[in-house]
């Protein structure tokens, strides 16, 4: 998300606005071969960032997709508490 246009949501205040922002991976060539475009990872970064410095809350939603699911378990048993709740299928 470009700054400029966060900074045109944060401005909003609305007390339950949320932005949700899908990762399919956490290792960007993965992240861009599944959208299929190169970039896509870092300006996906840029845009959460560009977000929350505007005060704009976002919500990660992460994609486990079986290429990247072991490194989501080691990042998931690594941060416990981080989320209320999980769901996994395959």
């Not at 990872?41 to 976002?58: C, F, P, S």
Request: hydrophobic share 35%; aromatic share 6%; with cysteine.
């Amino acid at each position: 998300m470009e700054e400029g246009f966060a900074q045109g949501l944060g401005r909003l205040r609305h007390p339950e606005l949320m932005v949700g922002i899908l990762l399919y991976s956490d290792l960007p060539e993965e992240h861009d071969h599944v959208v299929q475009a190169r970039g896509a990872y870092d300006e996906t970064v840029r845009g959460i960032l560009n977000q929350k410095r505007a005060g704009v809350r976002v919500e990660l939603r992460a994609s486990s997709m079986l290429s990247s699911t072991s490194a989501f378990q080691s990042w998931r048993a690594s941060s416990p508490g981080t989320c209320s709740s999980w769901s996994t299928s395959r």
